[in-house]
């Protein structure tokens, strides 16, 4: 029941906003209540048992399709993220000069598809629940991007829904492959052994694919920055911060465990696309030359830990992917939540342009050096705790003390991208707010007061996690372990 | 309980009673004609789920050449269903019959213009039972010769002229072609009933392939009629010239009961592996040329006569894969937003014509009619918690359960380029600025509850196709 209306509080609150309601107060009101359900369902979640709140609703029992939806550790974390980000979009979405309701309306659809992804037990449900964020993206982009903003919504609104009918052959594979006996489209039918390892190695790949075009795994990627620089402040949050999560959530909660073998075979592969992420997207990162581009390849760039994460397929690795999933949309969106206020108020967020920006915005500042630290992996940030489980759990993955295998030399390869996210965050950060001011005839007024209160969900939830990873470790350990159990 | 073929008769007296009502009386307003055919055609709707069912029935040799199974009964009601949404088309389209006609009164040629299509729902409906070739040729003659006159109807419009002539000329090839292949199959086999001939065909010491060239000609006059590719030239010009109520009638009726009859006939012929290589060649190239050929189309009823022959090539792979659920299911989708976005197109292109600019800004001009696109635009292309979604899901499962993958990866590229097309009448919609007249677009009553209807089947399908299933296993 609770989980029902978790999924369900922000699209009927889209729906209600575009029949007439008062836009932003309704969205507000939404995504509060979102917050505090899925807050509710995180602190009364048990460990120990496996998928806990189930809502069922049968469909269509020849296609085994039911609505049903429920949460493990997995799911329960990802879906709070959800709300936290919706309701910090909310709260940084200023004016909107035109078709107001249309804008939250979006909003909320984005964040009610990723959670109700999350949160589905049904494989036609959880890639239903993601394309529904299709349409609202592609509005979102066109509508009230700016810069190159037609371009980058077709870009970003073709490849996603090529990766989206890839993911579903890939599905769709899955589903067959399972012996009629158990074929089920219901997750909780789907279980380790059942898939012969012979048919593992193309349903990996397919799945691969589609999950890496949504997930901007090199070379799927060059839709990501262009559409987070284009896109309004809010949907980047969203978007970048929650809803490609997907993919990562999708490889964790259907390929590791289903296709143990699959994944295996494919791993070598996998690694070097993973380094290219950290490396060469890291490199290129540090040549960007204006503020967005910068955070939005940046956001592509760290996929790659959390690619190492699941390739290490361990539960010290896995774990530690989960959490900085969650670490990263907090971080994220904590960025481009203060870009987009920059963006209102200087001319050009080129990096030779802009500078000084602290003496003017002093609360914009600590909120974008907070992120940045964040996201370089300060310890004491959840990110920062995250990273260090990713990096020990690939390491660990073949160890022996004779020599390094290709996990460890992928692993210390890795390390090379904490140098290199340090290099080109803290650039941004020096050439953003300090420095002598390009145009000082310019007034520019510092974020709204009322900014502190995303800020503080944003930040301290992440504080809390780095502090204590154990509150989200303990709700995710039952299900890796019950992944990495079966297959060994 | 009633017996199967008094549905075709019932069609067929409504339509005549409607003709001679118009012939005998003339002071009247002509769209009760209309309301009245409505009425009888939702009667009949009802009446097809009180159908006894065929086994209780005698052995009489109508029943040799007639079936009354699960699958026509569903095909019959796709029939009328599409029937009744044309129908409801045409009282907005009414203004424009008689424009052009010197000396004619507003309503002239309104009373045909609504009893036409009933004559071609019984041939439809027809074609949905025939299990035996001289049934097929019969219905589906009756079925092109209404459509020939209903295609030229607006016959002061010289598009619609050469878009009729076109009709008649490639119609009436694709007819040579039905009777040669029926010709050959019945020479081989000694046969015209399809169940007599699959057992001739599955028997030893049989001059196969005399029955194969026979069965090629048939699914190339059937190819005419579904618009599959390379028998597809006539759909773009014919789509675009016809009245649009009769291209939506075209692209929905003419393509569900060319499926019926493509599975029917293949049923026998499909044992036979140089067949399998046909279809799947052709449904390769239906995808291809179908949405490559859309892409760069400005003219809306031009785009989506293209977006007819893409989806021709999905009902193919299903068609292929041997899994008439999904093509039942397809077709049904396929009707919802087919006739949704037909319906939109009529109400936005009176005053401005078919071009994507008059959808520039309907979101502001009209904000239903801006949503109702937005939906048959979402489900053409495939969004889920829409019936077109639903539809290319069992069209993807099938295929991969008949591994054919080639065909899946060529669809995946076809879907993706159904996107940009698709999208691109959404942009017009949401993001371009109105044009100068920006007045508000009426929406009478009628329309409005059929739009509603058909957005409301679109989404209950999207998520809820249990009711299509349950129909089609009765």
Redesign the interface.
Known sequence: MLLLLVTFTPIVAAILIMIGLPARLTAMAASVLTLLISAIIFLRFNATSGFQFVVTFPISPELGLNFALGVDGLSLLMILLGAIVLVAAVCVTGEIEHHENAFYACLLLIAGGAIGAFASLNLFFFYAFHELALIPTFLLIGIWGTGNRRAAAWKVTIYLALGSVILLVGLIMLYRAVPVSARSLDLRMLHAGQIPASLQSNIYLVLLIGFGILISLVPFHTWAPEAYASAPAPAAMLHAGVLKKFGLYGLLRLALPLLPDGARQWSGILLVLLLANIIYIGLVTIAQRRLDWMLGYSSVMHMGYIFLGIASANILGTTGAAILMFAHGLSIALLFGITGEIRKRVPSLDFDAMGGLAKAMPLAAFAFGLGAFAAIGLPGFANFAAEIMVVFGAFQNGFDYQHFHVFQWATLLALWGVVISAVYMLRAYRRTFFGSSAKSELVITDIRSGFRVPIALLVSVSLLLGFFPQIAVNRLMPTFRNYFSATQ | MISAPCLEVAVLVLGTVILLIESFFSKFDRRYLGYAALVGLALIFLATFFIAPQSTMSSAPFWNFYSADATSLFFKRIALATTAGVIVMMFDFAPLVSSGVQGATPQSGLGEFFALPLFTCAGLMWMASAIDFVLIFVSLELVTISFYVLVGFTRRNPASLEAAVKYLVLSAVATGFLVYGITWIFGATGETNLQKIATVLSGTGLEQNAALFGGVLVIIALGFKIAAVPFHIWVADVYQGAPTPVTAYLSVGSKAAGFIVLLRVLDPFLILPQMQTLLVAIAVLTLIYGNLAALPQTNVKRLLAYSSIAHAGYLLVAVVSFSGRAVAFYLVAYLLMTLLSFAVLILVSQPAGDQLESFAGLSQRSPFLAFAM?VAM?SL?????TAG?LG??LV??AA??THHFGL?VVA??T??AG??YY?KV??AI??DAPPASTDKIIVSPLTRVALIALIAGTFVLG????PI?DALAR
């Open positions: 937005l979402a292309a495939g969004v889920p918690f979604f290319k899901f993807f499962d991969i359960a899946v995946i590229v879907v993706g996107f940009y999208f959404v942009r949401y993001w998520v809820y196709p249990q299933f």
